[in-house]
């Protein structure tokens, strides 16, 4: 190993470190304002099998989740009945894994949890009614292969401990459990969480072609979203979601972060973009904007095009100058994009978890 090499681990291992601690010593509200994380982008390490196998039920508070447990060549069936104590353990188990687990992209699986919840949800028709978090159908081929959903394995894999450690749990609540948590674990807004949802099978796969093209303008995003239900200020709330995370030209195509703190979720999208510059950057990817002052930070098409659509840039500029009413306006949208298609039983109640940060 060079010296380069140890350097570069040492510097990592500090800064993760001086993070942790700031995440034990501020407040929420501090660190939205003053947390910074790092950069980084390793694979991540791959996640043992389990020999408990969900087999079906509705995993709903009051409901019943069955699944046979094998052991020593013998299997029998168990019943198990979640309450919403059981759904923050849940949620408790992928904090705790998030905060444990800091090796990949900027220090955390977060931003990666956000968008495989996003992209089993965006797939909803509603005209069809079919697609949505219901079904938790990217498992399975083709839609797994599908190029807006390059690199997910990461995050499928990441909660593969989590499902064998609660299997009565589907794998399409558990997904979204997954969201809710980057989202609240990255000093994010509450979103409320129903559960409910089935898991279905691969002729249930939507076709390709139903996420958001970061290639495209303003008009491309409508068909996408309104396709949904949801609105031009739904549009560029939902939008925000790019403050975390960063592109990689191995899955997108596109290279590089949003913001300076993609594991900490705030309106710095919104203000990046309407007080930055930003020039096409010259490289030999596909077209994408960067920052001139630094040119460290990036911008998609479609990014962009929501300060060109004279409907879409009021919201920029009002999210940019108004941390609460993103946060509001996002945690509106985003709870709904999660529980579009899912036919919840009517007396559902919806659960808060609360932060392990908090």
């Not at 992928?94 to 956000?114: C, F, M, N, Q």
């Amino acid at each position: 190993m060079s010296a380069s090499t140890v350097s570069r681990q040492f510097a990592r291992a500090a800064l993760r470190t001086t993070a942790r601690n700031t995440f034990a010593t501020s407040s929420r509200q501090a660190f939205r304002q003053n947390g910074r994380r790092f950069y980084s982008s390793e694979p991540p390490k791959s996640s043992s099998s389990s020999t408990l196998v969900y087999l079906a039920g509705a995993a709903v508070a009051g409901a019943a989740g069955y699944y046979f447990y094998t052991q020593g060549g013998s299997a029998s069936t168990k019943v198990f009945t979640p309450t919403k104590e059981d759904y923050q353990k849940v949620y408790n188990e992928i904090a705790k894994l998030l905060e444990e687990h800091d090796e990949y992209d900027d220090g955390s699986y977060g931003p990666v949890l956000l968008r495989l919840a996003w992209h089993a949800s965006g797939t909803y028709d509603k005209e069809t009614g079919t697609g949505g978090s219901n079904g938790a159908t990217m498992r399975f081929s083709p839609e797994g292969d599908h190029g807006a959903n390059a690199g997910l394995k990461h995050a499928r894999d990441f909660l593969e401990p989590v499902k064998a450690k609660f299997p009565w749990i589907t794998y399409s609540d558990l997904w979204i459990i997954g969201g809710v948590a980057a989202i609240q674990e990255m000093q994010g807004p509450i979103i409320p969480f129903r559960p409910g949802r089935q898991d279905r099978d691969a002729a249930a796969c939507t076709p390709d072609g139903r996420l958001p093209d970061g290639s495209k303008a303003s008009n491309h995003l409508r068909d996408i979203f309104y396709r949904m239900g949801f609105n031009d200020q739904e549009i560029v709330a939902l939008a925000g979601a790019h403050a975390l995370g960063r592109c990689h030209t191995d899955r997108s195509g596109f290279d590089g972060p949003w913001t300076f703190s993609p594991t900490v979720l705030t309106n710095d999208y919104f203000s990046l973009l309407v007080n930055e510059k930003w020039q096409l950057r010259k490289w030999d990817g596909p077209k994408q904007y960067e920052d001139v002052k630094t040119k460290s930070l990036m911008m998609l098409p479609a990014d962009y095009a929501l300060i060109q659509d004279k409907a879409m840039k009021p919201w920029v500029e009002k999210y940019a100058k108004d941390n609460d009413l993103f946060f509001k306006d996002f945690a509106a949208a985003v709870t709904k994009l999660f529980e579009l298609g899912v036919p919840f039983k009517q007396d559902t109640e919806k659960i808060i978890f609360k932060p392990t940060n908090a």
